[in-house]
Structures are given as C-alpha cells and as structure tokens.
Nanobody, 115 residues
Framework: QVQLVESGGGLVQAGGSRRISCAASGSRFRFNAMGWYRQAPGESRELVAAITHGGTTTYRGSVKGRLTISRDNAKNTVYLQMNSLKPEDTAVYYC?????????WGQGTQVTVSS
C-alpha cells in the first residue's frame, strides 16, 4: 500500500521561511515525478512545483525564486523549501508522487502565513 506522509506545515510570519517534506513508501515501482500542489479556501488545487527523478524542476510562476523543490531518491522524499513567504501562499499543501502507472496523493499539510 502506497503512503505519502507530509510534515512541516504550520504558522509562519510573512517574509519567513518553512520547509515541508513528503516521504513516499510502499510502491514496487519507481516514483518518477514528485510534486507539490496547494489549495486555498474556495480555490482549485494548483501545481506549485514538480521534480523528475533526474532532478528537472518546474515551478509555478508566482513562486519562482522563493520556493525550491528538491528530492532524495534514496529516501523517496520530496521537499519544498519556502522562503519570503506571503499571505497569499496560505493553503493546504499536497504532495503528489507518480509511477509510470498511477499517481498518489498525500493527506495535505496546512501552511498559514500571517501578515
């Protein structure tokens, strides 16, 4: 059974930093793309950043230069380092990990940025 366990969310002041993590386990297959999505109240879920197994990254325009995605393939863990946080970054952040066959979601971790 595949599990994605996120950690590191919480309350942070505007301009501050936070790192969230997601550890994936239980798959017989390699996780190719791993990524972070977020969903604010009343909004649709949106892609924040993604990274391939080889390390190629993709970012949402509004987070470029502030958020950095990375991964440790040996640990099947993906990280999101968030710097210069803004109140509009407040959302539930969801981890996604995909094999060649299917994608999986974590349960989400709340990040709240106070002004």
């Amino acid at each position: 059974q595949v599990q994605l366990v996120e950690s590191g969310g919480g309350l942070v002041q505007a301009g501050g930093s936070r790192r969230i993590s997601c550890a994936a386990s239980g798959s017989r297959f390699r996780f190719n793309a791993m990524g972070w999505y977020r969903q604010a109240p009343g909004e649709s879920r949106e892609l924040v950043a993604a990274i391939t197994h080889g390390g190629t990254t993709t970012y949402r325009g509004s987070v470029k230069g502030r958020l950095t995605i990375s991964r440790d393939n040996a640990k099947n863990t993906v990280y999101l380092q968030m710097n210069s946080l803004k109140p509009e970054d407040t959302a539930v952040y969801y981890c996604n990990a995909s094999t060649e066959l299917v994608g999986y979601w974590g349960q989400g971790t709340q990040v709240t940025v106070s002004s």
